[in-house]
């Protein structure tokens, strides 16, 4: 019996994990699994005066694969840094291990041109960035504020292990392997020494996989190729902040933030969440993209569960029902056919019970 965690947080995550629900359930027949909800983030905070709770943590120990809606909003804002919301995603990867995010960028026929770039620029785009999510500035010690000589300073440390960096080079030479067998490692090792060492470690991993090609990139030229020559790119290998920052930009490629998933990889489950974050200006309205989240279930099901072809059947589901002119209000236009979160979803479920036969 799969045991699969639902944490949906904050905002519009509680509207979209509803339709990952719906999803799920189209496969009940093919595999046993058990649903566990509980609290994170903001609503945690609320309910048991943590972003992470106690209960939450114990079911995440025990699950075999967690889905995650979105955490954050104004009315937690004012609390301390360590208090705030966006600690119940940072904890609940820590505490499973998750040491890679994987962000896909995929780019639908039906909606190209949402995309800010010219078609003729995104034409073939099919790029997965791979960042490092457990070391770097995020979590590296010393860091705070101090007052020195009557002023106030404040300081983060960026820290990596050779473990650390080995072990996502070499996850992302594998996922290399199974895809075109390019894989470009951004640094900043011109200023930086952490950096330098990342090109370093990356470079001496580079040896076990002489079928894959390796490019080395410097952070800010990266993110000017991302826009200028997007197709070029198949895996992106990247530290924690840089990740952070690129994959929000590749992401933007596809036209909207509502269409996109990711995963986190490492530990014996791995966390599977849209990208788009709580978006509270929308929340409760029924204006959500929910095909992230959708998405996510089915890269929790290729993953976690090893069924590729459900994947694939989600992906396929989806397309479907762009085909048939059905848009959230992020990615319509004229002559499309408007449609809310629940109708969204209940259409995708529909394609894919058809699909499933």
């Known amino acids: 019996m799969a045991e699969i965690l639902l944490t ?8 979209i994990m509803e339709q990952a629900k719906r999803i799920l359930h189209c496969f009940a027949k093919d595999i046993a699994f058990t649903l566990t909800e509980r609290l994170i983030g903001g609503a945690g905070i609320d309910a048991a005066g943590s972003p992470f709770p106690t209960d939450t943590q114990k ?3 025990h699950a075999d694969a967690v889905l995650f809606g979105a955490v954050g909003g104004p009315k937690w804002d004012n609390l301390p840094l360590a208090d705030r919301p966006e600690k119940g995603i940072l904890g609940i990867r820590k ?4 040491y890679a995010n994987l962000r896909p960028t995929i780019l639908w026929p039906q909606l190209t041109t949402f995309s800010p ?3 003729e620029r995104i034409a073939g785009v099919d790029l997965l960035i791979m960042r490092e999510l457990t070391g770097d500035i995020y979590f590296g010690e010393p860091r705070g504020i101090r007052t020195e000589n009557g002023q106030r300073i404040a300081h983060n440390t960026m820290v990596y292990s050779e473990e650390e960096i080995r072990r996502i080079a070499i996850a992302g030479f594998e996922a290399a392997r199974k895809r075109r067998k390019k894989l470009c490692s951004v640094d900043k090792s011109n200023v930086l020494e952490t950096m330098r060492f990342w090109r370093e470690i990356v470079t001496d991993i580079h040896k076990d996989y002489p079928d894959v090609t390796l490019e080395h990139m410097y952070v800010d030229h990266a993110a000017m ?3 200028l020559r997007p197709a070029a790119f198949d895996v992106m290998l990247t530290p924690n902040m840089f990740g952070d920052i690129l994959s929000d930009e590749a992401a933007v490629l596809a036209g909207s933030l509502g269409l996109l998933p990711s995963a986190s990889i490492g530990g014996k489950s791995a966390l599977y969440e849209p990208i788009h974050g709580s978006a509270p200006d929308i929340a409760g309205q029924g204006l959500a993209n929910p095909i992230g989240m959708i998405l996510c279930v089915g890269m929790m099901l290729g993953h976690s569960f090893n069924k590729p072809a459900w994947e694939q059947a989600i992906r396929a589901a989806v397309g479907d029902v762009l085909d048939q002119g059905l848009r959230t209000a992020d990615i319509m236009s004229d002559g499309m056919q408007r449609a809310t979160t629940d109708q969204m979803g209940s259409a995708i479920e529909t394609a894919l019970r058809k699909r499933l036969g």
């Open 59 to 61: 079911a995440a120990a």
């Open 117 to 119: 770039l010219k078609q």
């Open 8 to 15: 949906a947080g904050d905002g519009i995550g509680p509207e």
């Open 95 to 98: 505490a499973l291990g998750l």
């Open 225 to 227: 190729q991302i826009i």
